[in-house]
């Protein structure tokens, strides 16, 4: 079993900084790609920002220059850094991670449990 948590959500005003993480933890061989989606009420799932294993990066435009995503490997953990906070970065936030639990085998994509953010003054 591969468990994944989040942290870091919660209510900041215009303006502001938030720092998502999330941790993968269980029967991992090998973690790949990871990243996180958000989702605000009414509006289609986002995918906000991905990381390979190597380190290289891509965003959605609409966090582009506010939004730094990074990894730490050795502790399977993957974070989001949000500045320059919007209201319509309100949604709640999830992470993945490209999992695999033995050698040889093909990375399944496990999900945290969503964390919110909210973005208000």
Sequence with gaps: QVQLVESGGGLVQPGGSLRLSCAASGSIFSVYAMGWYRQAPGKQRELVAT????????????????????????????????????????????????????????PYRYWGQGTQVTVSS
């Design 51 to 106: 990381i390979t294993s190597g380190g290289v990066t891509d965003y959605a435009d609409s966090v582009k220059g506010r939004f730094t995503i990074s990894r730490d490997n050795a502790k399977n953990t993957v974070y989001l850094q949000m500045n320059s906070l919007k209201p319509d970065d309100t949604a709640v936030y999830n992470c993945y991670g490209e999992v695999t639990t033995a050698p040889r085998t093909i």
